[in-house]
C-alpha cells in the first residue's frame, strides 16, 4: 500500500504543479513534503514493516493531500509580471543605503549581544560546567518537562525579538541585492552576516525549526524576487541544482547539528537514520495510529491536537499532550503522525475534509497577495513576509499540523500587527521618498 500512497501523491504533485506552474504554490509545498516522507517510508519497506499498512491509511494520506489541491484550485489567480525592464524595478536605488548599512551594523551589534546574553543566562542557571551543547539541551529539557524553570531576562527577548523580526526585511533585501545591478557589496555583507546571526540565535532554542525558518523564508523571498526579474515562474538549473544541494547538505548535517543544538542519544546515529525519523517516520506513525484507532484515546476539548497552540495562549493551565513515541526493528520512528492525524482524531474523516478546506483558503489568500512582488519586487509586500513564514508550515504538513500550530494563534495575529507597524517604520526611515506601502487589496 506504501507504494500505492506514492503514486497517488507523485501524481498529486505533478498536477499541482501542472496547475500553479510554481514550486512555491501552497499545493506544491505541501504535496512535495507529503511525497518527500512517503518516498523515505517505502525506502524502509522491510524495516519498518510497511507490508502491514492499511488501506484507510493510504486514502486518509493521499485523499487530504489531493483534497488540498482542489481545493487550492478554487482560489487560484493568474500572476501578473513586471512591466517593462525588469532591471530598472529591481533598483535599489529608493533606499538610503548609508543610513540602511549604519542600521545593519546597529543590528549586527545587538545580534551579537543576545547570543552571548543568552549563553550567560544559560551559564548562570545551569552551571558553567557544562559545554556549549550541554547548556542548549539543559534549557530543551527543561523546556521540554513543562516546569519552565528558566527564563531569559525581558531585555534578552526584547533583543531576540528585534532580530527575529528585523530578520524579514534582511531577506526581502538580501533578495534584490543578490539579483539587482546596482547593489552595495557592503550593505550585502551586513544582511548574510545578520541573516546567519540570526540562524545562530535560533541554536540558542534547541530546534531544528528555529535554525531552518530563516533560511527557509530567505529562500522563498529569492524565488519569488527572481521570479519578478526573469517575468517567468520557471527556475534556471543553477537556481535547481542550488535547491538540491541544500537539501543534500541539510540531510548530511542532521547529526552534526542535532549534537550542536544538544539532542542526546544521536553517537551511534547516522544522519541518513536521523533524516528519515524526521522525515518519513510520521508515515508509518500514522499507520500506527490507524491500527489502534477505535482505542486511541480522543480530545478532551474541541480541536484539542489541531488547535493546542491556540489553546495553551487562552488557558494557562492547558497542557499539550505529546504523540507517543514507537519505535520498531530498532529504528526510533519519533512523536509525530502528520498533520492528517491531528485533524482525523479530533474531527474525524469530515473533519479532515473541513480542514483542508480551511488551510486551503487561508494558504491562498496569503499566496494570491504575495504573488503581487512579481509585479513590484522593490515593493514592501506584509503578505510576502506572511507567506515566507507560512510556507515552510505547509511544507512540514508530513510532519505535524504546523499550519494550524503556528497560524490559527494569537501570536500570529500579534506578529502580523508587529510586521506591520515595522514596514511603516522601515519605509518612513529607508526610503528616500514617500513611500506607499503594499498590503495588496485586490
Known amino acids: 500500500m506504501i507504494y500505492t500512497l506514492c503514486g497517488v501523491l507523485l501524481l498529486n504533485v505533478v498536477f499541482a504543479f501542472k496547475l500553479f506552474r510554481n514550486i512555491l504554490a501552497p499545493p506544491v509545498l505541501l504535496g512535495a513534503g507529503m511525497l518527500g516522507a512517503a518516498i523515505v517510508a517505502a525506502l524502509h519497506y522491510d524495516a519498518w514493516r510497511m507490508d502491514v499498512m492499511l488501506y484507510e491509511s493510504v486514502l486518509l494520506l493521499g485523499g487530504s493531500t489531493l483534497l488540498f489541491t482542489l481545493f487550492c484550485s478554487i482560489f487560484k489567480k493568474t500572476p501578473e509580471f513586471v512591466n517593462g525592464d525588469s532591471d530598472r524595478v529591481m533598483s535599489m536605488s529608493m533606499l538610503r543605503k548609508k ?27 545551569f552551571g558553567g560546567f557544562l559545554n556549549y551543547s550541554e547548556l542548549i539541551g539543559a534549557a530543551k529539557a527543561d523546556t521540554a518537562s513543562g516546569e519552565l524553570r528558566f527564563h531569559f531576562p525581558v531585555y534578552v527577548t526584547a533583543l531576540a525579538y528585534i532580530g527575529r523580526m528585523s530578520s524579514f526585511f534582511t531577506c526581502w533585501l538580501l533578495a534584490l541585492s543578490l539579483l539587482s545591478k546596482d547593489s552595495d557589496k557592503r550593505l550585502r555583507l551586513f544582511l548574510i552576516v545578520h541573516i546567519m546571526l540570526v540562524v545562530a540565535d535560533g541554536v540558542t532554542g534547541g530546534t531544528k525549526d528555529a535554525i531552518f ?33 541544500g537539501i543534500y547538505l541539510c540531510v548530511s548535517g542532521l547529526k552534526g547539528l542535532s549534537e550542536v543544538i544538544g539532542r542526546s542519544g544521536v553517537d551511534n546515529r547516522e544522519s541518513s537514520d536521523m533524516f528519515a525519523e524526521y522525515m518519513g517516520a510520521e508515515i508509518k506513525n500514522f499507520d500506527i495510529y490507524m491500527h489502534g484507532y477505535a482505542f486511541a484515546p480522543k480530545s478532551i476539548y474541541p480541536g484539542q491536537a489541531t488547535f493546542q497552540r491556540f489553546y495553551t495562549e487562552i488557558f494557562p493551565n492547558f497542557k499539550i499532550t505529546p504523540g507517543t513515541f514507537q519505535d520498531i526493528g530498532g529504528y526510533h520512528l519519533g512523536n509525530v503522525y502528520t498533520q492528517v492525524y491531528s485533524f482525523h482524531k479530533d474531527f474525524g474523516v ?28 522593490q515593493k514592501l509586500n506584509l503578505f510576502l513576509f506572511i507567506y515566507s513564514s507560512a510556507s515552510l508550515c505547509l511544507f512540514m504538513a508530513f510532519f505535524s499540523s504546523r499550519f494550524t500550530e503556528n497560524i490559527f494563534t494569537l501570536m500570529f495575529i500579534r506578529r502580523i500587527i508587529a510586521l506591520y507597524i515595522f514596514i511603516l517604520m522601515f519605509k518612513h526611515f529607508f526610503f528616500v521618498k514617500p513611500y506607499k506601502v503594499t498590503v495588496n487589496k485586490r
Do not use: E, Q
Request: charged share 15%; net charge positive; aromatic share 20%.
Open 99 to 125: 543610513k540602511l548599512k549604519k542600521f545593519y551594523v546597529v543590528l549586527i551589534v545587538l545580534a551579537v549581544a543576545c547570543f552571548f546574553l543568552k549563553m550567560y543566562c544559560f551559564m548562570r542557571f
Open 213 to 245: 525558518d530563516p533560511l527557509f523564508r530567505l529562500g522563498v523571498v529569492y524565488v519569488f524576487v527572481y521570479f519578478a526579474k526573469r517575468k517567468s515562474l520557471y527556475l534556471s538549473f543553477k537556481i535547481v541544482l542550488g535547491i538540491i544541494l
Open 350 to 377: 469530515t473533519g479532515v475534509i473541513i480542514m483542508n478546506f480551511i488551510i486551503a483558503f487561508v494558504a491562498m489568500l496569503f499566496y494570491n497577495r504575495a504573488l503581487l512582488t512579481l509585479k513590484s519586487p
